[in-house]
């Protein structure tokens, strides 16, 4: 009604409901995936990721991972989410009168982990079998007593610095501060890499232009940022992993005022091809009140 009327436009559209999802066994989330490719852009609205009581909802073949996490797979780049400020709406973090954009990296993770029931004693291993013929490396995780839970994730060393470059370019484009966090003291291996992946692209390629523009970049402690960032004024932007800019994403829209009031835009590492999205999901518990 407001956009066909008024802009000639074609529009290729893919139906990402859960029920067309189930029906093409998820097909059409990397069709849509692929076609953002070609066109280099699109416009994703909000989809169900179904858990238990959606797969019995739905009665669907399976538990169908997140559509969002496929497609950001296929197109990786980095998840850009800013608020809306308006001057009516009110602040639940007052201190903040600048906005903060998160950076998202849009790729791997418990997005794409490998997660499994334990019911009985036993030990959990990892391997990796390099494909060059040499010796594979085997890590003993857990001796489990009895029942549990385990995962496995992982990350790539092309698409951690596609994402540290979108956040540096980001940052020189916005004039703003970046601050990156992970929790490397405890993930000294896999945190640690994103940490040092980020220092080195930095001094090569960002150092001299950022002291140009007189701002910086910093690594922090999730921990420590999260502090930060609360008692900040804003004007930075913050470049998260995965699951914490899924998380603290939310905490900042709500912070500002409302998750309904947050751009979202997925940037691919080509510098041509975006994603805009709903930074908010299906809001289902509103729906089935009102």
């Not at 073949?61 to 797979?73: A, E, V």
């Not at 600048?98 to 997660?115: C, E, L, S």
């Not at 291993?125 to 489990?144: C, H, I, L, R």
Request: aromatic residues 12%.
């Amino acid at each position: 009604q407001l956009i066909l009327p008024n802009v000639d436009v074609q529009l290729k559209y893919f139906d990402l409901g859960l029920p067309h999802r189930d029906k093409t066994d998820d097909q059409v989330t990397i069709d849509s995936a692929l076609a953002t490719k070609k066109y280099s852009v699109a416009v994703k609205c909000a989809t169900i990721t179904p858990d238990e009581a959606r797969v019995e909802e739905f009665k669907l073949k399976k538990m169908w991972k997140s559509p969002n996490g496929t497609i950001r797979n296929i197109l990786g780049g980095t998840v850009f989410r800013e608020p809306i400020i308006c001057k009516n709406i009110p602040r639940l973090v007052p201190g903040w009168s600048k906005p903060i954009t998160i950076g998202r990296h849009a790729h791997g993770d418990q997005y794409k982990a490998t997660d499994f029931v334990v019911s009985k004693s036993g030990t959990f291993k990892m391997v990796f079998t390099p494909k060059d013929g040499s010796a594979a490396q085997e890590w003993e995780v857990y001796n489990f007593p009895g029942g549990g839970v385990g995962m496995g994730m992982y990350n790539t060393d092309e698409s951690i610095s596609g994402f540290a470059h979108s956040c540096f370019q980001y940052a020189i484009q916005k004039r703003w501060p970046l601050y990156m966090s992970t929790k490397n003291t405890i993930l000294k291996a896999y945190d640690g890499r994103f940490k040092d992946i980020f220092q080195e692209i930095f001094d090569k390629h960002y150092k001299t232009e950022f002291d140009k523009l007189k701002i910086w970049y910093e690594h922090r402690l999730i921990d420590d940022m999260v502090a930060q960032v609360l008692k900040s004024a804003g004007g930075f932007v913050w470049a998260c992993k995965n699951y914490d800019g899924d998380v603290q994403s939310d905490i900042l829209a709500q912070g500002f005022g409302s998750l309904g009031l947050m751009t979202s835009v997925l940037v691919c590492p080509d510098g041509k091809t975006i994603e805009a999205e709903a930074a908010h999901g299906t809001v289902t518990r509103h729906y089935r009140e009102h």
